[in-house]
């Protein structure tokens, strides 16, 4: 038969029983106060994390919204109140459709439900016109979030596009009317290539046939006349040719074809074309001897730039003056002169005559009239030739203009 334990010995227990329980007391209470402190610690963190995804939304340059089930929203950052001119107390929980017409508030709340209701991402530009004032064109973009107890909400980012949808209907309108100028221009140079010029071409060449009947009648005044009816012709289709190729070197449909070209004889054949219109003013028009050159370019705009040149000379010689063209080689490139022994003009002045924005028509000794289009274009098909161009002159000295060109190669 078991002993039974004395009361020293129960006292004993009763005491270790008391230690035990305040040691799991103990071991609860640090539990539940470690628990107490993560729990301080999440919804520190959680706090930190809501704040730092409150600045990066609100730093974003889109708008960004939040939506629940019922199209309420629950998030905006600071850029979609300024885009819709809301104070956020007046957005939070309302749909928005409070503030816009009818049809549009129709409009955005029937792609909540199918973004909602499918999931899939809609992207769509709509516009949107917030208490009457003027309407937007917004940009967008609508996802679907499903978080963990399965509750669905709606993810948007919106863009203000109605600036450049603005911009592009009138780039729109601007390309018609370009269109429609474009049709006239091309209208306009068809008549000045082909209605003008054909019945000038007529007066030409009936004029040339008559000159020789009318010097063989020896009426000197007759061939006088006649001549200045050619050089007159002559100058107007030159006006004509100078306006159709500017027009077509500012539409880029000038193209540039370079060959192989003998430069001394380019000169004598544009010095041929050139001497009715020097005769007219007895004015001397030669050609100063040179070796032979050739030269890699573009022979019509080679014979445009002199033709307008040697035009230039005559107009500001007096008659009895004389006009010499040159072509020298120079270094690593060939050299054009036209010089005369003309009016000249001031060092000021020699610098506006390339520029179409400053360049002003003056009358010619026998108050000739002109354009000013000639030595602009001589700058432009220069250029293009790979060259550059200038003047060298004094009042009363006469003028001598210069370009180069590169050698052959």
């Given amino acids: 038969m078991t002993d039974k334990p004395t009361r020293l010995e129960l006292e004993n227990q009763v005491a270790e029983l008391k230690r035990q329980n305040e040691i799991l007391r103990l071991q609860l209470s640090s539990q539940n106060q470690q628990k ?35 199209s309420r929203l629950v998030l905006v950052n600071d850029a979609f109140c ?99 100028l474009n049709a006239t221009k091309d209208k306009l140079f068809s008549i000045m290539g082909h209605d003008l010029r054909a019945p000038l071409n007529n007066i030409l060449g009936l004029s040339e046939l008559l000159i020789e009947p009318v010097k063989k009648s020896k009426t000197a005044k007759s061939e006088e006349y006649l001549a200045l009816v050619i050089a007159s012709v002559k100058n107007t289709l030159t006006l004509l040719d100078n306006l159709l190729n500017w027009a077509k070197s500012q539409t880029g449909e000038i193209s540039y074809k370079p060959e192989k070209i003998d430069l001394p004889s380019v000169i004598r054949q544009v010095i041929e074309l050139s ?59 060939v050299q054009f002169s036209v010089a ?9 002045d020699s610098k506006k005559l390339f520029d179409m924005s400053t360049n002003t028509s003056s009358p010619g000794t026998e108050n000739e009239k002109g354009s000013g289009l000639g030595l602009v274009l001589c700058k432009e098909f220069v250029t293009k030739l790979g060259g550059d161009i200038w003047l060298e002159s004094r009042e009363g000295d006469g003028s001598d203009f210069k370009f180069t060109l590169p050698m052959i190669r």
């Fill in 82 to 180: 300024e885009m819709f001119g809301l104070p956020r107390e007046e957005i939070m929980g309302n749909t928005l459709a409070e503030h816009v017409p009818h049809e549009e508030r129709e409009s955005f709340l029937k792609i909540d439900r199918q973004v909602l209701a499918d999931g899939k991402e809609n992207i769509n530009e709509e516009t949107l016109t917030v208490r009457g004032a003027e309407t937007m064109i917004i940009s967008t973009r609508k996802s679907r979030y499903v978080d963990a107890s399965g509750k669905r909400f709606l993810v948007g980012v919106v863009r203000d596009i109605t600036a450049s949808k603005k911009a592009g209907q009138a780039l729109k309108k601007s390309e018609m009317r370009l269109r429609e």
């Fill in 275 to 333: 001497g009715p219109i020097a005769k007219a003013k007895n004015i001397s028009l030669r050609q100063t001897a040179s070796e032979e050159i050739e030269a890699y370019t573009d022979e019509r705009m080679l014979k445009t730039v002199l033709r307008n040149l040697i035009s230039n000379a005559v107009k500001f010689t007096k008659p009895g003056g004389s006009i010499s063209v040159s072509v020298m080689l120079e270094q690593n490139e």
């Fill in 340 to 348: 005369d022994n003309g009016l000249g003009i001031k060092d000021a």
């Fill in 36 to 70: 107490k402190r993560q729990k301080e610690s999440l919804v520190e963190r959680n706090s930190v994390a809501d704040a730092y995804i409150r600045t990066i939304l609100d730093n974003m340059g889109d708008s960004v919204f939040i939506k629940d089930d019922q």
